[in-house]
């Protein structure tokens, strides 16, 4: 989640500052959901690259959006109006979040996911696709 924050963070800031704006200039929903982003996407490669199937990745990906789109309806209802405590919520939900999902999954993250330790009931990638 961190490494995704420096791995695209970065990038997105210049991008930011090509398009003539900043991360700080950006409204709650925006900066939250680039940030969701920044850090998602490099985690879905991750996984994907580890040899996690898609099943796992997508839940561990939806563990860190949802949380997301939550806090955004905490700012819209004006239940919490400061940006720092939406980014403290939102990241505390990640975490407790992908915790959920690792929990859930136990057998799929407490070992090398390499195919002869896959989970009987995880399909491996290429059945999967059959």
Not at 20 to 34: D, F, K, Q, R, Y
Not at 63 to 78: G, H, K, R, Y
Not at 92 to 107: D, K, N, P, Q, Y
């Amino acid at each position: 989640m961190f490494v995704g924050m420096a791995v695209l963070g970065v990038p997105a800031g210049w991008a930011l500052e090509a398009a003539g704006t900043s991360w700080a200039e950006l409204s709650p929903e925006p900066m939250l959901l680039l940030m969701a982003f920044t850090m998602t996407a490099p985690m879905v490669a991750w996984m994907h690259r580890m040899g996690h199937p898609w099943r796992p990745t997508t839940e561990m990906a939806a563990s860190m959006i949802i949380p997301t789109f939550a806090v955004i309806a905490l700012f819209e209802a004006a239940l919490v109006e400061n940006v720092t405590g939406l980014l403290i919520i939102e990241h505390v939900a990640m975490l407790a979040g992908m915790f959920g999902v690792m929990l859930l999954r136990s057998e799929a993250y407490s070992h090398h996911n390499a195919p002869e330790h896959q989970p009987a009931n995880l399909p491996l990638e290429h059945e999967a696709a059959a």
